[in-house]
């Protein structure tokens, strides 16, 4: 068959991959008989067969089409192994928006984290990627640590053979990128220093994706599913979705995961972001012991979690989400939140944003709302587009915009109701790209009575830390050791503690709390409530659960004021 049959065939496929009425499955089915038994030698028409099948199954419309994308999937290591034999161009597999499917590989400088699990659970499909490789000299002060006599060559000469050092020092039984991060594993010293080390190495891995499981291709949920959810009419629409009344709905039943099945869980996420080039925090430090479940309806299920204490941030709480829809993961959600007031990012992966992309955002949101009891949500620039071109190419701030968002600069609000004069005045008109950047200026901001309209609409987190390092520059000498020692003694000494009484992991919360404490002016003044207060935020901060860190500060309404006053 021609390419421009192919080609033909994939565009009707497009158009029946949403036709969930009976005419079109039949329809559906035919055009998935057909694309099974032929052979596709244009890596690109691969590439969007793939990802149209990936929709299929998190959005079927009965259990036959779902079972014959799958199987269609499953031929994928062949299909790619055959392009590959006819020597095609594989550059298109290695783009972000579709890397990670079977067969295919890439390259990426991972963290350490993420090398160092790479490395555990896939050893023997991971490679050093040296061409265009430029820190050489980074890797001569290094890899004597773990390479005898290596200076020799290292320190005095030009053009060393890495590659041919590491591959004898690794043996025939492991690969060098095993050997080289088992041996960073066992330097004694602490596991920031030892990220810090290799990550300055700047090394690539090639990550050659043969295991069909490990695959984008692949990925289902490891926890399975109640029962698929097969759509018999049109999907829900961004008009269908009113995010008030989705956040004022009933509460989730919520499923708390077991140790097991949450490190499986945690594993499954950070495997199936790295085979997207992408690394979140939550997914690579997340709380395998603190994860909990929803069924959020239509095959949706949300996974929810934080982080361990020693990896929690100063004062705001992190959590994550990864959902599913119908066991294929579709998209995350994370959030920073402080009082009532929550950071939310959402993201789908390009793959599924034809399918109910402001509904499933809207279920993500009420659970995170849920379990944190925020009432003011901020979107930050970057989401709609600063420093985004992604954002600004999809107008994802007409996305947030028509669920009741609000940019909260004067001058943006100003620009947005000429551009929403112009869109109702005007048949066919467009926001233009550069208007959307200057709108991207701005973080946009949903509220819910009761919490006030306008009282954050200023604050900015990193206010707190630039109002630290003035006091450490005017009152310390810029000293980060004696700014710190003396705010722990300051407002130890207001609250009426003993430190040392803490445990290690209170400590550190005291600590960095101690920071933004002292900078308000009469904490020493506070009823003996208000600073008990004070201290069981602190305690619940190194906690087992950071839900609680956030609901116990929202009772501490002084502390609010301050710290509002601190932000804005």
């Not at 149209?52 to 779902?66: D, G, H, K, Q, T």
């Not at 783009?95 to 090398?115: H, K, L, M, R």
């Not at 995010?243 to 009933?250: G, I, V």
């Not at 705001?316 to 994370?334: D, M, Q, S």
Request: aromatic share 12%.
């Amino acid at each position: 068959m021609s390419q421009d049959s192919i080609n033909r065939l994939l565009d009707r496929l497009e158009a029946l991959k949403i036709g969930f009425d009976d005419k079109a499955r039949p329809r559906l089915l035919k055009i998935l008989g057909q694309l099974s038994r032929r052979e596709i030698k244009d890596a690109d028409a691969l590439i969007r067969l793939h990802e149209m099948l990936l929709f299929i199954c998190a959005y079927p419309s009965n259990r036959e089409v779902r079972r014959r994308a799958e199987k269609i999937l499953s031929s994928f290591k062949r299909r790619v192994e055959s392009l590959r034999e006819r020597e095609a161009d594989f550059s298109a597999f290695i783009d972000p928006e579709v890397s990670g499917i079977v067969g295919t590989a890439f390259s990426s400088t991972f963290t350490y984290d993420i090398a160092h699990w790479l490395a555990l659970h896939h050893p023997k499909n991971l490679t050093f990627d040296f061409d265009g490789y430029e820190s050489d000299a980074r890797l001569g002060e290094t890899l004597p640590r773990f390479i005898p006599l290596l200076e020799e060559d290292a320190l005095v000469e030009a053009n060393v053979p890495f590659r041919e050092w590491m591959r004898l020092a690794a043996g025939v039984e492991r690969q060098e990128v095993a050997w080289l991060l088992e041996s960073f594993r066992k330097l004694r010293v602490s596991a920031k220093e030892r990220a810090e080390l290799y990550d300055s190495l700047q090394l690539w891995i090639c990550w050659h994706l043969n295991k069909y499981s490990a695959s984008r291709t692949g990925h289902r949920a490891p926890l399975r599913p109640r029962e698929i959810f097969y759509h018999q009419e049109a999907l829900l629409r961004r008009k269908d979705v009113s995010l008030e009344a989705e956040l004022n709905s009933p509460p989730f039943e919520l499923k708390k995961v077991s140790p097991r099945d949450g490190r499986a869980l945690l594993d499954f996420a950070l495997e199936t972001s790295a085979a997207r080039y992408r690394e979140l925090y939550g997914f690579t430090h997340g709380d395998f012991q603190q994860v909990f479940h929803t069924h959020a309806g239509r095959g949706t299920d949300i996974y929810f979690f934080g982080v361990p204490p020693e990896r929690r941030l100063p004062v705001r709480a992190y959590h994550a989400a990864l959902i599913f829809k119908n066991r294929v993961p579709i998209g995350y959600a994370e959030s920073l939140t402080l009082f009532e007031r929550m950071e939310f990012g959402f993201n789908l992966y390009y793959t599924f944003r034809d399918g109910e992309s402001a509904w499933t955002y809207a279920r993500a949101l009420h659970l995170f709302c849920q379990l944190l009891k925020a009432r003011a949500v901020s979107v930050d620039p970057y989401q709609i587009g600063h420093e985004n071109e992604e954002g600004i190419e999809s107008g994802a701030f007409w996305f947030y915009r028509k669920l009741g968002f609000r940019p909260v600069k004067s001058e943006i609000a100003k620009l947005v109701e000429r551009e929403e004069r112009r869109l109702a005045s005007r048949e066919n008109y467009r926001t233009s790209a550069r208007t959307l950047r200057k709108i991207a200026e701005g973080h946009l901001l949903f509220t819910l009575p009761p919490a006030p309209r306008s009282e954050w609409d200023n604050f900015h987190v990193r206010n707190l830390g630039l109002a630290a390092q003035r006091r450490m520059a005017q009152k310390f000498d810029s000293d980060s050791l004696k700014f710190r020692r003396a705010s722990v003694e300051r407002v130890a000494d207001s609250l009426g503690l003993r430190v040392e009484s803490f445990r290690e992991d209170e400590r550190r919360a005291f600590s960095d709390w101690s920071l933004m404490l002292a900078l308000i002016p009469d904490i020493e003044r506070w009823t003996t409530d208000e600073k008990m207060a004070v201290l069981n935020i602190i305690r619940a901060k190194a906690g087992r659960d950071e839900a609680r860190y956030i609901r116990l500060m929202q009772k501490h309404e002084r502390l609010r004021r301050e710290v509002i006053k601190l932000g804005s």
